[in-house]
Nanobody, 123 residues
Framework: QVQLVESGGGLVQAGGSLRVSCAAS????????MGWFRQAPGKERMTVAA????????WYADSVKGRFTISRDNAKNTVYLQMNSLKPEDTAVYYC????????????????WGQGTQVTVSS
C-alpha cells in the first residue's frame, strides 16, 4: 500500500512561484506513474500534470502548460510540481496520486491519493 503526503502549499501573490512536493512510502515508487491534480471550491477535480516512471514522459493540462513543471526524484521517492507565473484561478487544493498503469492521465486511472495541500493565489 502506497502512502502519499503532499507539502509546500501556501499563499502566494499572482505572478509568484511555489513548489509543492509529494513524498511516497510503502511501495516501489519508481514503478508508479505519478500525477498532480487540483480541485477548486465548487469544481471537479482535474488533472494538472503527470509523469512517467522514468520521468522522461510528461503531460500537462492546457491551462498550466509553460507555467508548471512536474518532476520526480526516484531516489527520494518524491514528485514535485513547480508552479510559476501563478494566477488567482490556480487557487485550489492540490493532490498527488500514483498509478500502477503504464500510462495514466485521468483521475480514474490512479490508485493512491494524498490528502492534498492548499494553494492560494491572491490577486
Amino acid at each position: 500500500q502506497v502512502q502519499l503526503v503532499e507539502s509546500g502549499g501556501g499563499l502566494v501573490q499572482a505572478g509568484g512561484s511555489l513548489r509543492v512536493s509529494c513524498a511516497a512510502s510503502g511501495g516501489t515508487f519508481s514503478r508508479y506513474y505519478m500525477g498532480w491534480f487540483r480541485q477548486a471550491p465548487g469544481k471537479e477535480r482535474m488533472t494538472v500534470a503527470a509523469i512517467s516512471w522514468s520521468g522522461v514522459r510528461t503531460w500537462y493540462a492546457d491551462s498550466v502548460k509553460g507555467r508548471f513543471t512536474i518532476s520526480r526524484d526516484n531516489a527520494k521517492n518524491t514528485v514535485y510540481l513547480q508552479m510559476n507565473s501563478l494566477k488567482p484561478e490556480d487557487t485550489a487544493v492540490y493532490y498527488c496520486a500514483g498509478s500502477s498503469r503504464f500510462i495514466a492521465t485521468r483521475l480514474y486511472e490512479y490508485d493512491y491519493w494524498g490528502q492534498g495541500t492548499q494553494v492560494t493565489v491572491s490577486s
